[in-house]
């Protein structure tokens, strides 16, 4: 059983949407906190939004009031809606569980393609 799998990944013109899922087995997804990183090719893994324990949703700067971080608790599942996309948000996008003392666990990525 993969504990985070994500979907929703494709190809989209520059300012179209995409939404992302998460969706978590083995665990329950809303006691842990919750977050999206993407990684562009050639590049470092970079953080996009968190989802916290306490229902507290950040961004970072690059994708600030386009995206937006969203949870479903009866489905166990975390989504990324993303709007307005340009070319930079191309990347592997992944989710990743954290806390409770435990080890950070990482899905295994979905591709984002923006052409211009």
């Known amino acids: 059983q993969v504990p985070l799998v994500e979907s929703g990944g494709g190809l989209v013109q520059a300012g179209g949407s995409l939404t992302l899922s998460c969706e978590a087995s083995g665990f329950i997804a809303m006691v842990y906190n919750m977050a999206w990183y993407r990684q562009a090719p050639g590049k470092q893994r970079e953080w996009v939004a968190d989802f916290t324990t306490g229902g507290n949703k950040i961004y970072a700067d690059s994708v600030k009031g386009r995206f937006t971080i969203s949870r479903d608790n009866t489905k166990n599942t975390m989504y990324l809606r993303m709007n307005s996309l340009k070319p930079e948000d191309t990347g592997v996008y992944f989710c990743?569980?954290?806390?409770?003392?435990?080890?950070?666990?990482w899905g295994q990525g979905t591709q984002v393609t923006v052409s211009s």
């Open positions: 990743k569980r954290s806390g409770r003392g435990r080890s950070d666990v």
